[in-house]
Nanobody
Framework: QVQFEEFGGGSVQVGGSLRLSCTVSRNTFSGNRVGWYRQGPGKQRELVAVVASDGTNEYAHFAKGRFTISRDNAKKTVSLQMTDLKPEDTAVYYC???????????WGQGTQVTVSS
């Protein structure tokens, strides 16, 4: 059983910043890829940014240069710093952990991010 605690969603104006954090209850956190996905209104869920167990980051094209992902294995936390937010960033953001070996995806409950002009 994997449990997530997500923090940091909310409403912000265009150009603003938000920081999302997610704490995961999994003993093997450090060996798993973790990250963030999002699902906008009427859209499919999409990858935002992930960080592998070796620290390698992967960003969606829209996130490059604006978002920064980081992980703290000691605290079992993955964070997403978002800057220069745009209305199209409005979505529910989901914390994700991918099981090593199985490739199974585990999801947080999601946190709403709303960017208004």
């Amino acid at each position: 059983q994997v449990q997530f605690e997500e923090f940091g969603g909310g409403s912000v104006q265009v150009g603003g910043s938000l920081r999302l954090s997610c704490t995961v209850s999994r003993n093997t956190f450090s060996g798993n890829r973790v990250g963030w996905y999002r699902q906008g209104p009427g859209k499919q869920r999409e990858l935002v940014a992930v960080v592998a167990s070796d620290g390698t980051n992967e960003y969606a094209h829209f996130a490059k240069g604006r978002f920064t992902i980081s992980r703290d294995n000691a605290k079992k936390t993955v964070s997403l710093q978002m800057t220069d937010l745009k209305p199209e960033d409005t979505a529910v953001y989901y914390c994700n952990l991918r099981g090593r070996g199985t490739g199974r995806d585990y999801w947080g409950q999601g946190t709403q991010v709303t960017v208004s002009s």
